[in-house]
């Protein structure tokens, strides 16, 4: 039996209120939007940022997920693991190339091309798609369709022209075969990127044709012809003329159709946390190379002079940091064989003194192998200059220390050993004739002696047989 007591009624009535006054506030507050920001190269740092707040943001029921992008290209690999999660990607992502002045370039372009909506500010630009060579030398040269050939020329003259006389169009001469001519590496390269972009392009349905000539020929648009020639969607000033613009305009996202409601909402920016600061900071390949170098001297100096342990634990951890780094970076496994037969040779010419031959090899392949580890031309992945040659400059004082000191310890007598005392001063410590006791090197041998010995006279250790030394009385003494 239900009680309708005045007690129940409010009860009810509160309920009620609460219920409408959350549906209320839920609807109040609007879209989700949530703002991302890459400003810089793509790499494994901004990739991963990007990656796991995309995720975030699916977990968490985001409407829209605005990347605000200014970015000069990056590593091919990290620009694809971007746009396989966000060709993926649940929620709909909105790039914008903004504030003015910035630019979507190279792995830009690509990014642009795979969002849901592709916006710029008015003074950017966007293009520049050409793959960078592997392994350096520039841009890869594009490969250009065959021309056709001119038809042999008669081998007798005709029409008034005199033969060998040179007024005939002349000759073209033969494109030399080399890189510029492009060949099958590049080739095969750029055909992977422009197939790459073309099918992008098909897929958001923008322009397939322009796709394919930024990646052949490096052009650039700036936002308005970007957008005339339906490159990307929009082109705004700010954020808050972004999201009016998108209000109320439906989308494919992952074969569904998505109607944005950007009229209210409610925008969080998503900051980069301590593991994008420590990914940004190990990817630098300058940094990365610096760990290396400290992890295996540390390990040098540990195994030269064991004991304290601060050497081998600092070059453990800079060893593994280095090498974390590495397996995110397009590294020249043939530099890094040089490095490492480099440092191997510095370890043996600390350890089996060789005079500086084995260092002085270690010292060229140390050097060689440091210019050619990161297999890349682009800006900011290589490892600078300066910071090879103070290595390399190091490195070869180390070797010339380490030299220097056995060159000294080859030259100098056995200062160790039996052999030690022949030659040494010795000193009676009794009268005897034939054997007693005598203090050389600080300890007190057994001795021998042609002839009789007086106590406290200066002796000569002529030979050792075993434990007795034999002694003769010195010249000048």
């Not at 709909?92 to 969002?115: E, F, H, K, L, Q």
């Not at 350096?136 to 020329?153: K, R, S």
């Not at 996202?253 to 409610?266: M, P």
């Amino acid at each position: 039996m239900v009680r309708n007591t005045p007690v129940h009624r409010h009860a009810l009535r509160l309920v009620g209120a609460l219920f409408c006054s959350l549906f209320l506030a839920q609807q109040a507050v609007g879209a989700k939007v949530w703002v991302l920001e890459i400003d810089g190269a793509i790499g494994p740092a901004s990739a991963d940022y990007f990656i796991r707040s995309l995720e975030d943001a699916e977990d968490a029921g985001v409407d829209l997920v605005v990347l605000r992008l200014d970015t000069p290209g990056g590593l091919d690999k990290s620009m694809r693991d971007m746009i396989k999660v966000l060709l993926a990607s649940r929620v709909p992502v909105a790039t914008y190339v903004s504030p003015n002045g910035a630019r979507a370039a190279s792995a830009g372009t690509y990014i642009m091309y795979a969002s849901h909506v592709a916006a710029m500010a008015p003074a950017t630009n966007i293009g520049s798609s050409t793959p960078v060579s592997i392994g350096g030398g520039g841009p890869l040269p594009i490969p250009q369709a065959p021309q056709p050939q001119e038809p042999p020329a008669d081998e007798t003259a005709g029409d008034g022209e005199v033969e060998g006389s040179g007024e005939g169009p002349a000759a073209t001469p033969a494109t030399p075969a080399g890189p510029a001519s492009g060949g099958a590496m590049e080739r095969k390269v750029v055909n992977d990127a422009v197939a790459y972009i073309r099918g992008i392009a098909e897929l958001r349905g923008r322009n397939v044709e322009w796709a394919e000539q930024t990646v052949r020929e490096a052009s650039n648009l700036p936002a308005r012809e970007a957008l005339e020639q339906n490159v990307i969607d929009l082109v705004v000033e700010d954020l808050d003329e972004l999201l009016a613009a998108l209000d109320g305009e439906t989308i494919d996202v992952d074969g569904a159709q998505v109607t944005l409601d950007t009229s209210d909402n409610r925008i969080e920016r998503i900051e980069p946390d301590w593991r994008y600061e420590l990914l940004g900071l190990i990817a630098d390949p300058n940094v990365a190379y610096l760990l290396l170098m400290i992890g295996v001297y540390g390990l040098i100096f540990e195994f030269y002079n064991p004991g304290t342990g601060v050497g081998g634990v600092a070059g453990i951890i800079c060893l593994l940091l280095g090498a974390y780094a590495l397996q995110m970076l397009p590294v020249n496994y043939a530099g890094l064989a040089l490095l490492v037969v480099g440092l191997g040779l510095l370890a043996a010419e600390a350890f089996t003194t060789s005079l500086g031959v084995l260092g002085t090899g270690g010292v060229i392949a140390f050097l060689v192998g440091s210019l050619i580890l990161f297999d890349t031309d682009l800006p900011g992945y290589r490892v600078s200059i300066p910071i090879i040659l103070a290595m390399t400059a190091a490195t070869a004082g180390l070797v010339v220390f380490v030299a220097g000191a056995a060159l000294r310890a080859w030259r100098s007598p056995v200062v160790s050993g039996g052999e030690a005392l022949i030659g040494a001063e010795a000193i009676a410590l009794e009268d005897f004739e034939g054997e007693g006791s005598v203090r050389a090197a600080g300890e007190v041998w057994h001795a021998r002696s042609e002839g009789p010995v007086a106590k406290g006279a200066v002796l000569t250790v002529t030979s050792r047989e075993g434990l007795d030394l034999r002694v003769e009385p010195r010249e000048d003494a």
